[in-house]
């Protein structure tokens, strides 16, 4: 973007759709379908923020985040999460070093946290003491080792997966993690078609190649520049009064809430709601955020911070179909 510092920010917003049209045709070549989950990612992209991806193998988790990260020029680091996996599995190690000139000291060796993109598949199947040392990067962009931080190059991602059928042998995320998420993005399957063009394309002899069309500095700058996007008083109060409907305490809370919710979300749906509009809004083109774009956002953000309660089990009520009734 430095070429284009001369173009004022509404301009640039502008330029950011005409790149994000780009960016799909070319992840196109590669991932079939599955536009929401796309543009859910990205818009987390532009966000700063770190997705939970809920999907039964093989719908290309992996191949979407590392098509993601060659298209935006990224660096990608797959963790699989496993039972014995252990935290400096992730962050990074000391080893005595004895090679440095005949003397002898530590050496931080650094862990496959250390890159751009994180793909942290099937997260919930190491103990909790291990999904905690993704805390302090997801938060911090940083980690410590032996009490020294280190930084990690921007910009940061972390993709985590889980698979929704297969339960035995794992260890949910707490509420307090799961709120370092800013998107929880469900995975479907295919359409038939859809289907069939999957099996035509990885069942014969063509390779599909990916072409840059970001690169790491544009992502920070357009990062920064969504944070710029104006949103009005109206679209601020009413992304505050969904997420304040959620909480059956409040007294605006709707009576469906009351009977189906035992916690709401916290003041971090709220920011993240008006972060995901504004990006939304950059991905569209426009230099103002609506309560349109919320809306857009609003399963993602609170999918994964409300918690149903005995009646709402009872009664087979789904989470989706309460955040619907929210913003009617």
Not at 4 to 25: F, P, S, T, W
Not at 147 to 168: C, D, K, M, R
Not at 266 to 279: C, F, H, M, N, V
């Amino acid at each position: 973007m430095t070429k284009n510092d001369n173009l004022n920010d509404a301009e640039l917003i502008q330029q950011l759709g005409e790149k994000y049209a780009l960016l799909n045709d070319e992840i196109g070549k590669v991932i079939v379908g599955q536009n929401k989950v796309l543009r859910d990612i990205f818009t987390s992209i532009l966000s700063r923020g770190h997705c939970l991806l809920i999907g039964v193998p093989g719908l290309a988790k992996t191949l979407i985040i590392k098509t993601f990260a060659e298209a935006l020029d990224l660096r990608f680091s797959r963790i699989q999460f496993t039972p014995d996996l252990m935290p400096s599995d992730i962050v990074g190690t000391e080893i005595f070093d004895t090679e440095n000139n005949g003397g002898k000291k530590f050496k931080f060796i650094k862990g496959p946290v250390f890159a751009n993109m994180i793909l942290a598949d099937e997260i919930n199947r190491t103990p909790p003491k291990t999904q905690s040392a993704l805390l302090e990067a997801m938060q911090e962009h940083k980690v410590t080792a032996a009490g020294i931080s280190y930084q990690l190059e921007e910009p940061f991602f972390v993709l985590a997966t889980q698979n929704p059928i297969e339960q035995e042998g794992t260890y949910p995320l707490p509420e307090a993690q799961l709120d370092r998420f800013m998107f929880n993005v469900l995975l479907g399957y295919p359409s038939a078609d859809e289907e069939i063009e999957i099996v035509k394309r990885t069942t014969g002899i063509n390779l599909y190649h990916v072409k840059q069309v970001f690169s790491r500095e544009d992502i920070i700058n357009y990062q920064d520049l969504v944070r710029k996007i104006p949103v009005s008083e109206e679209v601020l109060k009413y992304a505050v009064n969904i997420v304040n409907k959620t909480r059956p305490e409040s007294p605006d809370c709707p009576a469906f809430v009351k009977d189906y919710i035992r916690w709401g979300a916290g003041p971090r749906a709220s920011q993240y709601l008006i972060l995901a509009s504004k990006a939304v809004s950059a991905i569209d083109g426009r230099y103002a955020s609506s309560m349109d774009d919320v809306k857009k956002a609003v399963h993602a953000v609170l999918r994964h911070r409300l918690i149903l309660n005995f009646n709402a089990e009872a009664d087979n009520v789904k989470i989706d179909d309460l955040i619907s009734r929210l913003h009617e």
